[in-house]
């Protein structure tokens, strides 16, 4: 190779598309290329040929097929009007303007079904009654009345109660929950049944739609129910246990398959928990109830609680929140809508994120630029929002184990024994109803028939119009030919021999049609002088074009 001098000093050597090409075009690959397989490098085989070559004329054939199907259904109502018998087409196109506006109300209702599945519909809430009351056994009061009835005599002291390990003293819990059904139902458990037999017909109206529509279980809403007995030293228990867990299984997945996975089993669906232990005096017990729910939801900071005036919220109801606050306060940028330019409580809500360590990977290399400014790209908001989302508490019922008398065996005739504790919770409710049924309508595969009938239904229609049209033209031939024969031949051969000109290529006259007298040329075309087609300017420049194309342009 040559070594060329270099250009002097201050003289830039303009950039050449040669260099570009070199630049762009000849560098080497990143990586190796894949090496072809045997079976890649060989040429296909005379079958496989054929077997290509079949294919394709099997998709001409289809679809030159496809474009030759009629689909026009619309008849000339005008035309027909007046010489079909009877009010048939009149009938048809009555039938064609319903068929229109049927077909208008379904597509509408049909966006309106999908529409409404993507709509995401407010959180709905319903009232979880619990009851939890507590029973007794073996307690030194109560063995001492049965020794009194048994006729023991009177009070030995105590010398006959063991309260060691081997005492009898046991209490059982019971923890039972019912999702009531609407208010009304809450002011006939308040009233205690006092109006028992009013409304005695509404009642069992109540009771048959609920033994049709079946209630979601007391243990549907949860995952885990613990019952903690921490305020307690363990040591004075009589069996040594501190605290009570119930686990609902994980439902069976791809990673984690689970044969033996029952949905309705006891274990996993009930409306009642019960559990007893040793013990011969009052314990109080926290009953802890972690909630499940299909999004799973958590407990805003109080920033972000202010930012969107709700206590807690799911992932996506927190980002949506959010959105729609930027939204409603016009902070998005008019060039770009994903930029948003930052107020008080955004610029508060971003200087309380915390330390980087909080975040994800993928955004540290963005997420610096985003302290101290005023504008920020929406994007972004879901990762700068894990810090605001907290664990959701469980809720928490506080609940006395009573052994005593008076709780057991109350003395009042009112008061019943072991009167329970009534709790009410706000749960949220399976899935929407009216989601439900909207999912299991456009799933559903029963109006596949139907569509295909109906498709069927308008192909032998459009064969049935384009054989009505058909017929038609013909109708109006004979007709013309029988009101004005002559003249009818006349034009209908001059035609004639025009189609054949121009299917055939050939001829002298206009449109290459040279049969006939005039070879369906008009008047002005026979006409000769200078006020003529012939004494134009077009014809001198067509004759002279002609001449230069064949070389004769001096003659």
């Known amino acids: 190779m040559a070594i060329t001098d270099p250009p002097p000093h201050g003289h830039k050597r303009k950039i050449s598309r040669a260099d570009l090409d070199i630049t762009f075009r000849n560098a080497g690959p990143m990586i190796p290329p894949p090496q072809q397989s045997h079976s890649q490098s060989m040429p296909p085989n005379p079958s496989q040929l054929q077997a290509a070559r079949m294919e394709d004329l099997r998709r001409q054939d289809a679809a030159r097929r496809a474009s ?95 309260f060691g390990e081997n005492s009898r003293a046991t209490f059982r819990v019971k923890i039972e929950g019912r999702l009531l059904e609407s208010a009304s139902e809450e002011d006939v458990d308040e009233e205690g049944g006092s109006n028992e037999n009013q409304n005695e017909d509404g009642q069992k109206a109540k009771e048959k739609d609920r033994v049709q529509k079946p209630q979601p279980k007391f ?90 005036d709700t206590e807690e919220e799911d992932r996506a109801g927190a980002v949506q929140g959010v959105w729609e606050y930027c939204r409603a306060t016009e902070l998005q940028e008019d060039g770009e809508r994903r930029n948003v330019i930052c107020d008080d409580a955004l610029r508060r809500f971003l200087a309380l994120i915390g330390s980087l360590d909080t975040l994800p990977c993928q955004t540290l290399t963005s997420v610096p630029q985003l302290f101290n400014q005023d504008k920020i790209y929406f994007p972004y908001i879901p990762d700068l929002l894990i810090p605001h989302l907290l664990p959701l508490p469980p809720i928490q019922l506080h609940y006395s184990i009573r052994v005593d008398k008076p709780y057991i065996q109350p003395q009042d005739s009112t008061t019943p024994p072991s009167a329970p504790t009534i709790y009410d919770i706000r749960v949220p409710l399976p899935e929407n109803p009216t989601q439900k049924a909207l999912t299991k309508f456009h799933t559903s595969k029963t109006h596949v028939a139907t569509l295909r009938s109906i498709v069927q239904a308008d192909d032998d229609l ?94």
């Open 219 to 308: 243990s549907n809403f949860f995952k885990a129910i613990t019952v903690d007995f921490s305020s307690r030293n363990v040591l004075l228990n009589p069996d040594g246990y501190s605290a009570i867990e119930w686990r609902k299984p994980l439902p069976p997945s791809t990673q984690h398959p689970n044969s033996h996975y029952d949905p309705n089993d006891p274990s996993i669906s009930f409306d009642t928990l019960e559990f007893e232990r040793k013990g011969d005096d009052n314990v109080n017990v926290t009953i802890n109830l972690v909630r499940e729910e299909k999004n799973e939801r958590f407990r805003l900071s109080p920033l972000l609680a202010g930012l969107l």
């Open 462 to 555: 459009a064969v049935l119009v384009q054989k009505i049209q058909s017929t038609n033209g013909k109708r109006k031939f004979y007709d013309s030919l029988s009101r004005d024969p002559a003249n009818f031949v006349r034009r209908w051969v001059g035609s004639q021999g025009r189609d054949l000109g121009v299917i055939a290529a050939e001829g002298g006259g206009r449109g290459g049609g040279g049969s006939g007298d005039d070879g369906g040329l008009g008047e002005e075309w026979r006409k000769g002088g200078e006020d003529g087609v012939w004494g134009g300017v077009g014809a001198r420049e067509g004759v002279g074009l002609w001449l230069a194309r064949n070389g004769k342009a001096g003659h």
């Open 68 to 162: 030759r199907k009629p689909t026009d259904r619309d008849l000339p109502f005008e035309e027909l009007s007046g010489v079909v018998i009877g009010d048939g087409v009149e009938r048809y196109r009555k039938l064609r303007e319903v068929e229109r506006k049927l077909d208008a109300t379904m597509m509408r209702k049909r966006l309106d079904v999908q529409e409404g599945l993507m709509r995401r519909y407010a959180r709905r809430e319903g009232v979880l009654r619990v009851w939890v009351s507590n029973t007794c056994e073996g307690q030194h009061w109560q063995i001492a009345e049965e020794e009194r009835a048994g006729g023991a005599g009177g009070d030995d002291g105590g010398m006959g109660l063991d």
